[in-house]
């Protein structure tokens, strides 16, 4: 009777892409720190262009920008 002899294949480690480095998802902190410049970004480009909003509508669309940046 012959023994079959199990092989063992090895796994290739996938290396995380430069992109990926990139949209490593951060800690609260790093997150709302993000979401402020960006809402500070969109207000003042609101302020120069002259469009009608507030700083709630800023925070809210930073937020989304930043969530999708981190695909949160």
Known sequence: MT???ETTKKRAVKKASPAAK??????LKEFLEEVQQKAYE???DR???G???DEISDW?????A???KYHL
């Open 47 to 49: 302020l120069r262009s």
């Open 42 to 44: 969109l207000y003042q």
């Open 51 to 53: 469009v009608a909003g």
């Open 66 to 68: 930043i969530k999708e």
């Open 22 to 27: 990139r949209a490593a998802k951060p800690d």
């Open 3 to 5: 023994v079959k002899k």
């Open 60 to 64: 809210f669309e930073a937020e989304k």
